[in-house]
């Protein structure tokens, strides 16, 4: 356990708590076109495509910002003028793809599912049948609007089956649930710095099928979100078109080591697992209701719904914790009241028992005698 000093745990989807060495990697500069930093970013950009099961076929494309930028790059890269995009949605996320092509001019439909249910691959291939010019398919790994895992790899069949390309948002799964690109077909996969690999935030990347991506120039819509001109310039001196976001490369470097100590996919998975486990155990035994059910819930982040007792406000809720040095979130779903609990980034079940103790003063403090919904 090496998180610091006085300040809280954060119990969110991100950014999340990383380890003090992580943030020792950032206390240089690097110039960022020496070769130290090459080297660096050769690494990097490596055991990514390692931790995703890409060697020989993919290739990983970092891109600066957030995990959006990403996102928004892979899209626009990816999409060819003449192609049309199905969005499956079930939260969140899977909207924000939406308007993602709305804002870039990208045709794109979606197939909305309830945000308590996920998103299937009998009605994709239903829909893929019934329009051929739909020449490519977006989902959401977990969607952390709620938590909930999608059934990326029926999907993934599904979509393969037909012909048609996969663009994976796999955010907040990537590095802690395993998503093999020797088993599941996609052409894009889109994570950051900062989810499951625990880094800081500031870099996102995306992971190619180097075959698709050799066909894509000239389909970006923006230069600096242009993923094919990223990977020419990393593939002919492995530096950045513009200015690099070294610190935050450094710490992601750092990050990836501890990930792989951890014993990689598995190792980070069966930590967050176990956080989850004591978090929900602990939740309901204290009469918390979980928005979903256990087969849908990824141990990422969990949903709970609002205690119905009037005492129960989310806000002094929120307060009392944070006092306590733990920061949670409020809830997403756009019908009913929820707030979430993280289980990722630098915490582990110790974190996760205080965690839950303090849970039990605040609702003393607040007077709340009964969580049920
Ligand atoms: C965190 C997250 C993103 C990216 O969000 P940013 O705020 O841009 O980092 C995208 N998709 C999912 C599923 C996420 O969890």
Redesign the pocket.
């Known amino acids: 356990m090496n998180h610091n000093d006085n300040a809280p745990l954060l119990l969110t ?3 999340l708590t990383t380890a003090v060495t992580t943030r020792e990697a950032m206390l240089r500069d690097w110039g960022s076109r020496d070769q130290v930093f090459l080297e660096l970013n050769a690494r990097v950009r490596q055991r990514v495509v390692e931790i995703a099961g890409g060697v020989g076929t993919h290739v990983c494309v970092p891109v600066q ?7 928004e790059a892979a899209i626009g890269t990816l999409m060819p003028r003449r192609g049309k995009l199905l969005v499956l949605v079930n ?3 899977g909207r ?1 793809m939406a308007q993602i092509c709305n804002v870039a001019g990208i045709d794109c439909v979606t197939h909305e599912w309830p945000e308590l249910e996920p998103v299937d691959a009998a009605t994709t291939a239903e829909l893929l049948d019934a329009d051929p010019r739909i020449s490519h398919v977006a989902v ?6 709620t938590g909930l895992l999608n059934p990326v790899e029926e999907v993934a069949a599904a979509v393969a089956q037909r012909g048609r390309g996969l663009l994976i ?5 990537f590095g802690a649930i395993d998503l093999s690109a020797r088993n599941v077909r996609y052409d894009a996969l ?1 994570a ?1 710095s ?2 499951c690999i625990e880094g800081t ?1 500031g870099v ?1 990347f995306a992971i190619l099928r180097t075959k698709v991506l050799k066909q894509c120039e000239g389909n970006a819509r923006s230069l600096s979100l242009d993923l094919y001109d990223q990977w020419r310039g990393f593939e002919k001196n492995n530096q950045w078109r513009f200015t690099p976001p070294t610190h935050v490369l450094a710490a992601f470097d750092r990050a990836l080591a501890d990930h792989a100590a951890e014993g990689g996919v598995a190792g980070r998975g069966a930590r967050y697992r176990q956080n989850c486990k004591i978090l929900v155990d602990g939740m309901r035994q204290m009469g918390f209701k979980t928005a979903l059910p256990d087969e849908l819930q990824a141990p ?1 982040i969990v949903t709970f719904l609002l205690p119905r007792d009037k005492e129960f406000e989310f806000h002094r809720f929120y307060e009392q914790l944070a006092r306590r040095g733990f920061l949670i979130y409020p809830g997403k779903l756009t019908k009913g009241d929820t707030f979430r609990i993280g289980c990722i980034g630098q915490v582990y079940p110790d974190d996760m028992r205080r965690a839950l103790t303090a849970v039990r003063q605040a609702l003393d403090e607040l007077g709340v005698k009964d969580c049920a919904p």
């Open positions: 989807p991100g950014p910002g957030s995990g959006t930028f990403a996102v939260g969140a996320y924000r959401v790994h977990c969607e952390t609007t948002d796999a955010m907040s799964a889109m950051s900062n989810k935030p996102g990422i």
